[in-house]
């Protein structure tokens, strides 16, 4: 069975507890729990209480030093092109407070594109045309805007086997 085979139109379906949404261009995100194998998704909930409460995955190893946690992927059509955005709670990039600036963070993209994001689409045999990585000081939910957060964006491409930068 293809991987194309197990999608479908609103959304992929993917085989672990963690909420993926399925970034809609209107009104946000929709939440959805998934699971490839009836029961699985409970057990594994049962299994490890910190995925249960939603608790984000941190990333502690970026070029730039700073501490983030995966908050959300979410999976959207745009156009022919499938997308996965992968978002990060950042805090370290507040303008207020925060020591990590955008130039500072810049290469954190490229890394979490190639050493995160590539491996979590393999692992959960997800198909991406455009991986979009966003960092964020604070929750915001997806499609809303918040003039007190700041917020870093990149987008990239695989090509045979890498992330290549995709200015949009």
Same mark, same amino acid.
């Given at each position: 069975?293809?991987?194309?085979?197990?999608?479908? %139109? &609103?959304?992929?379906? /993917?085989?672990?507890?963690?909420?993926?949404?399925?970034?809609? +261009? #209107?009104?946000?995100?929709?939440?959805?729990?998934?699971?490839? /194998?009836?029961?699985?998704?409970?057990?594994? !909930?049962?299994?490890? %209480?910190? $995925?249960?409460? &939603?608790?984000?995955?941190?990333?502690?190893?970026? +070029?730039? *030093?700073?501490?983030?946690?995966?908050?959300? $992927?979410?999976?959207?059509? $745009?156009?022919?092109?499938?997308? !996965?955005?992968?978002?990060?709670?950042?805090?370290?990039?507040?303008?207020? *407070?925060?020591?990590?600036?955008?130039?500072?963070? #810049? %290469?954190?993209?490229?890394?979490?594109?190639?050493?995160?994001?590539?491996?979590?689409?393999?692992? @959960?045999? !997800?198909?991406?045309? $455009?991986?979009?990585?966003?960092?964020?000081?604070?929750? /915001? %939910? @997806?499609?809303?805007?918040?003039?007190?957060?700041?917020?870093?964006? #990149?987008?990239?491409?695989?090509?045979?086997?890498?992330? /290549?930068?995709? *200015?949009?």
């Amino acid at each position: 069975m293809s991987r194309r085979s197990r999608q479908t %139109p &609103e959304c992929s379906t /993917v085989r672990w507890p963690m909420a993926v949404r399925t970034a809609t +261009p #209107e009104g946000g995100a929709l939440r959805r729990i998934r699971s490839g /194998v009836r029961g699985c998704a409970a057990a594994c !909930l049962m299994a490890s %209480p910190a $995925v249960a409460q &939603e608790q984000p995955q941190a990333i502690r190893e970026v +070029p730039s *030093g700073q501490s983030l946690r995966l908050s959300e $992927v979410l999976i959207d059509t $745009v156009g022919s092109d499938n997308w !996965l955005r992968f978002r990060f709670l950042a805090p370290q990039i507040a303008r207020d *407070g925060g020591d990590v600036s955008y130039s500072a963070a #810049e %290469p954190d993209f490229m890394h979490l594109c190639n050493r995160f994001a590539r491996q979590y689409i393999e692992e @959960f045999e !997800l198909e991406a045309d $455009v991986i979009a990585i966003s960092m964020m000081d604070r929750p /915001v %939910p @997806f499609g809303q805007s918040d003039a007190q957060a700041t917020q870093f964006f #990149e987008v990239f491409r695989i090509a045979e086997d890498s992330c /290549v930068w995709d *200015g949009f």
